[in-house]
């Protein structure tokens, strides 16, 4: 009876593929999957990768097949810099203390010698151009971590959340959830550092 079902679903899927995609191909990863449409029966279905289609071909010979930059020995230097940063934050924050100024001193110095070190961003592929922007722009993020953010930010940015608040209508409705969720944010989100 199963194999009956099985001939009969294949042969019901090969109809209606004619006409229907049967894969599309994930932009980040590369990863073809196949679509709900497309899928056999449960009877019917391989659990094989599904064959690629344009997109994936396009995709391959695109970014995701970009060969990585050949990097000089300074921006050697600058990458191991950023690997180890977490780990050397933890090491400060166990002799220091976690709200000590020399831990966040320390990290914040490690990210932007980083940064500085690479040198000119141009001569990377698109995909190692991105996690550079992304690195840059989450320097934002020392504004939030302990010390500074007790010390400095956060009554300025308490204080810019109000007068939003109070000044443009209906903006209360975002800037007071915010204004609630940014003390429990602060002690989750950059307690360990890792973003």
């Known amino acids: ?4 079902l099985r001939v009969q679903s294949n042969n ?7 006409n229907v995609q049967m894969s599309f191909v994930l932009k980040r990863s590369g990863r073809v999957i196949r679509t709900i449409s497309s899928a ?3 009877f019917g279905r391989t659990w094989k990768v599904p064959v690629s289609t344009s997109d994936a071909s396009q995709l391959r010979h695109g970014v995701r097949n970009e060969t990585p930059t050949e990097l000089q020995r300074i921006q050697m230097v ?5 690997a180890l940063r977490p780990f050397l934050h933890l090491i400060a924050m166990l002799w220091f203390g976690s709200k000590s100024w ?3 001193f320390l990290a914040l110095g490690m990210d932007v010698t980083s940064l500085r070190l690479m040198g000119d961003w141009t001569l990377l592929n698109a995909k190692e151009q991105g996690a550079m922007r992304l690195r840059t722009i989450a320097l934002l ?3 939030l971590r302990s010390p500074f953010y007790e010390t400095l930010s956060k009554e300025t940015i308490e204080r810019l959340l109000g007068e939003i608040s109070s000044a443009v ?3 209360r409705y975002i800037c007071k ?9 602060q002690k989750v989100y950059f307690y360990s550092w890792g973003s």
Do not use: C, G, I, R
Not at 1 to 4: A, L, N, R
Not at 78 to 82: Q, S, V, Y
């Open 1 to 4: 009876m199963f194999e009956e």
């Open 177 to 185: 959830p915010v204004l609630d969720y940014l003390p429990a944010w």
């Open 169 to 171: 209508p209906l903006s």
């Open 141 to 143: 993020y020392y504004l």
């Open 78 to 82: 600058a990458e191991a810099l950023h």
């Open 40 to 42: 056999p029966s449960v």
């Open 102 to 104: 020399t831990q966040w």
């Open 12 to 18: 019901h899927h090969e109809n209606n593929t004619s």
